[in-house]
């Protein structure tokens, strides 16, 4: 950890951390995703299916769920303002999503030792019903991700 986030925080970091990436974030934003909230290893990303984000079944395009899960990833492995990369993902489809569902990723920490991160990340709709299960893997690499 920097100099600087030792002076802040856990919560702060993350928030920090979370309003760092989020500005440059071309393509979660372009994809209507908010950050919900943010803690140190933790974090809910909430989006939106649209008629664009449709596959040729009529239902989400698993990518468009892949990438829900992966922001909200990347948002808790680095919201110790360490910056961190995915390693590998893996992601098991339950359950169908479909236009207008709102759709609610939650990232939560299951280990990080040493440079290594673990994460699982829980996708529902708006019922409360799981749609996908993701796993990362995340490494810290060099460098925190701003505000501190």
Do not use: W
């Not at 098991?92 to 990232?107: C, H, N, Q, S």
């Not at 708006?126 to 501190?148: C, H, N, T, Y």
């Amino acid at each position: 950890m920097n100099d600087a986030n030792t002076t802040m925080d856990g919560q702060a970091l993350a928030e920090a951390a979370r309003d760092a990436m989020f500005e440059s974030d071309h393509c979660s934003k372009s994809l209507g995703m908010e950050v919900l909230s943010v803690a140190a290893g933790r974090a809910s990303m909430r989006m939106t299916v649209r008629r664009d984000m449709l596959n040729g079944h009529g239902t989400c395009h698993g990518g468009m769920i892949f990438s829900l899960a992966d922001s909200c990833f990347a948002f808790a492995c680095n919201s110790r303002n360490q910056r961190a990369v995915a390693m590998s993902c893996v992601i098991d489809f339950i359950k169908p999503a479909r236009e207008g569902d709102v759709l609610t990723a939650a990232a939560r920490e299951v280990s990080l030792v040493g440079r290594n991160g673990i994460y699982d990340i829980a996708v529902s709709n708006g019922d409360g019903e799981q749609v996908a299960q993701f796993r990362g893997k995340s490494l810290v690499i060099p460098g925190s991700v701003g505000g501190g």
